[in-house]
């Protein structure tokens, strides 16, 4: 065995044991952590599967999922508001995974932390990857579309001391806080149809007039399906208070086969759905607007994977190949800008 390797193995048996005695600790007797394993995915922070049995008493093993955090996006809530926000929507009957613990300052653990329980099942797009077309895909599009509108309904009241200063909640802030991370990657002045996008969103941002919870990122990897059909919600770490709209035109933007939008239902049936579900017709001129957004926030997301700020957090293989999807982000931005000129300089 490498010394990588070995390091890496060492690595794991330190964090199963740190997580026993955190564990232990918490629930008041003696645990043991089997089944450790490291999650795909996450570019700031690690996910790690495990169950915890009973040392003297052995019972049907309780799953659940760590996250620790090594780096936080300005984008994406802090640890500690993202589990009072998953608290209070579980507390709400809301379909998310169950909070156990968070701590910021745990130095164990070398780094902020959150635990949850974990849920049963397979990520959406797995599932209907394997499945094909033995699922029935249009009933179990409407179902998310309206998940989609629960999360949407969502009081607001029931937020403020989670989710705090959404009373000043608005396209420019949104558009502010990811256009930093695409002048922070240095392309603000080499991405031409970036920037001219930026621009017309700048000068075409709406007022927002009905503000709901937005998810951030409502789409098939971040919603677990279990037999049964019921579906939890997972990643909460981009929600915020905004147009939800602005949720609506982030799920427009994925259309594969194995996707809610060209898997599930076409573009008009889904956006018919959440019309129906929601009883609010979906203005064009306004999901046209948070459909560019859409594309120049995911712009941020590679160009910031591709070009970390901070020393700590390596360029990742994967980011370096999401960074090579920019130029398709690019075509959509080129065939949708000419629509932003019309009459009056507006689409």
């Not at 959150?114 to 409407?142: F, Q, S």
């Not at 129906?276 to 459909?291: C, H, K, M, N």
């Not at 926030?297 to 020393?311: E, N």
């Amino acid at each position: 065995m490498n010394k990588e390797a070995c390091d890496r193995e060492q690595g794991v048996v330190l964090l199963e044991r740190t997580l026993e005695k955190f564990v232990s600790a918490q629930l008041g007797e003696a645990l043991r952590v089997r089944e450790l394993r490291r999650l795909t995915g996450g570019s700031s922070h690690e996910t790690w599967s495990f169950d915890v049995v009973r040392e003297k008493a052995p019972s049907e093993p309780l799953g659940y999922v760590l996250r620790r955090e090594f780096e936080r996006s300005s984008n994406t809530q802090p640890l500690d508001t993202e589990f009072a926000l998953l608290q209070r929507l579980f507390d709400r009957g809301l379909p998310v995974a169950r909070p156990a613990w968070c701590a910021l300052n745990e130095a164990a653990f070398g780094a902020p932390f959150m635990i949850v329980e974990r849920v049963a099942g397979v990520d959406l797009r797995k599932h209907l990857a394997a499945k094909g077309e033995t699922v029935d895909r249009p009933a179990l599009g409407i179902v998310l579309v309206d998940q989609q509108v629960v999360i949407h309904r969502v009081a607001l009241d029931d937020l403020g001391d989670v989710l705090p200063g959404s009373c000043a909640a608005s396209a420019l802030a949104e558009l502010r806080s990811w256009t930093a991370m695409i002048d922070a990657a240095g392309a603000s002045n080499t991405r031409p149809l970036l920037s001219a996008a930026v621009l017309w969103l700048q000068a075409n941002a709406p007022t927002l007039k009905r503000l709901s919870l937005v998810h951030g990122d409502f789409k098939a990897n971040n919603l677990m399906l279990a037999e049964g059909g019921h579906t939890t919600i997972l990643d909460w770490e981009m929600a915020h208070v905004g147009d939800p709209i602005e949720d609506l035109a982030w799920t427009l933007l994925w259309t594969t086969q194995d996707d809610l939008v060209g898997g599930l239902l076409s573009r008009d049936e889904y956006l018919n759905a959440y019309t129906a579900a929601s009883g609010i017709p979906v203005d064009a001129q306004r999901l046209f607007y948070w459909e560019m957004f859409a594309r120049v926030k995911l712009a941020a997301i590679f160009l910031s994977g591709a070009h970390p700020v901070s020393r700590r957090q390596p360029v990742r293989p994967l980011h370096a190949l999401l960074g090579r999807a920019l130029p398709v982000l690019e075509r959509d931005l080129a065939r949708m800008l000419p629509r932003c000129f019309g009459e009056g300089g507006q689409q």
